[in-house]
């Protein structure tokens, strides 16, 4: 069987498989569940400076659900840990002794100066913790307070605060980014500046998940008002995955490690991450929504996956999916494929021919000799993949390689040669096309 053990900036644990700094790791209550039920580490829900932070006693969760009634997108407006620092650090330093072989990184926020950083990670530093992750992500009610995204948001702060830190304390730091900004690369380079041992990301997305339309309030709805929040959960998965592949494949940031966090569900969303050049991962929503034991699946589905590949260590699925990872202009633009209907596995709900009719190339029938009939007409088919989203039926649609003959659209035969936006004619940019040198 694959050995799952991990070793993310020199902490080990047994399985790739943290949770994020939220409820789940509140206090040493929930963690030792976590821990009993697989769990290979925590980053501990923030502290900050005492007196602690005060939540509203209301509802403090939006949700997004699918038809199904399935949760796809949560929204929060909770704070940091709302303990006494002295309660917290005291069930770390236990939770630590009792649980030797996971991870336990503690997430800090505190005022952005220095005295303040230096004084907390000295406290965090006698519990024995492993490292300490820095929170430059929540979007709401801290950053308000100068915290948070707000110090995220500005990559001379996230270098600064990185530098105290690294000063500071022997512990490993993590830097938690906010997705909330425009280009994740520069907060990422501001923190490698710092000296970070590594990065992880997405924190919450900041957002209003709805309005109550009644009572005329953004959701939740605290004594008729709503305030903006951080969105997380499976919605939030793409962004990250992009954000964490900008880092790995950022030539100022490669081999920067990278903690995947936005959205995972599932092993095949951690491995998603991991391949894209997370080292680990950590999960929030999907524990909150079903519970610690859902890392049980994460761990057998990883490790089938690596007996199936034939991976022995977790580094051989890290960065594997970075160097497919390009600019679209270097997407081949040479390369053809055609949707094709599988009639057998077809129930003729016709979705794909009224998507590609109103809204793509007019490249599937409808009716063919009076009967309903759904069929792609290669000649109009620009191989979008629009057809294969909306089809209600898994796999009744694929998309087919072209690899020989004429695209019976353009009337171009199909060569295989390589060629891409760079060097195309109808590119007022493009480069003069330079044969390569023959071989002697
Ligand atoms: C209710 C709630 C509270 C959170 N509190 C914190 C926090 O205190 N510190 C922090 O760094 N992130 C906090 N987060 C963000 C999560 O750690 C995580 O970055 C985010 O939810 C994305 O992961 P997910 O999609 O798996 O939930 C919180 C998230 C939720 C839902
Ligand atoms: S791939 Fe696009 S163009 Fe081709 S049939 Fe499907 S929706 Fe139409
Ligand atoms: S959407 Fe799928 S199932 Fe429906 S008609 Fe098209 S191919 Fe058939």
Known sequence: MANLASSFVGIKSPNPFW????????????????????????????????????????????AIHSNDRRLIGLNNIELITDRPLEVNLREIKEVKRDWPDRALVVSLMVPCEEHYWKDILAKVEETEADGVELNFGCPHGMSERGMGAAVGQVPEYVEMVT??????????????????????????????????????????????????????????????????????????????????????????????????????????????????????????????????????????????YMDKHGFTSIDDIVGRAVGNVTDWQYLNLNYVAKAKIDQDACIKCGRCHIACEDTSHQAITSMVDGARHFEVIDAECVGCNLCVNVCPVENCITMEPMVSGVDPRTGFPITGEYANWTTHKNNPMAKAFVPAEPAE
Request: with cysteine; aromatic share 6%; hydrophobic share 40%.
């Open 19 to 62: 949770l994020a700094s939220a409820p789940p790791t509140d206090k040493a209550y929930n963690v030792v569940r976590a821990f009993k039920d697989g769990w290979g580490g925590v980053v501990w829900k923030t502290l900050g400076t005492d007196p602690p932070v005060v939540n509203v006693s209301g509802p403090r969760y939006g």
């Open 163 to 304: 530098r105290w830190c690294k000063q500071h304390t022997r512990m490993p730091v993590i830097v938690k980014l906010t997705p909330n900004i425009s280009d994740i690369r520069t907060s990422a380079r501001a923190a490698h500046r710092g000296g970070a041992d590594a990065v992880s990301l997405i924190n919450t997305i900041n957002s209003i998940i709805g309005v109550d339309i009644d009572n005329f309030a953004p959701i939740p709805t605290v004594d008729g008002k709503g305030s903006h929040g951080g969105y997380c959960g499976p919605a939030v998965k793409p962004i990250a995955l992009n954000m964490t592949a900008e880092i790995a494949r950022d030539p100022q940031t490669r081999g920067l490690p990278i903690s995947g966090i936005g959205g995972i569900t599932t092993w095949r969303d951690a491995v998603e991450f991991m391949t894209l050049g997370a080292g680990n991962v950590q999960v929030c929503t999907a524990a909150m929504t079903y519970g610690f034991r859902i890392v049980q699946e994460m761990i057998s589905g990883l490790s089938s």
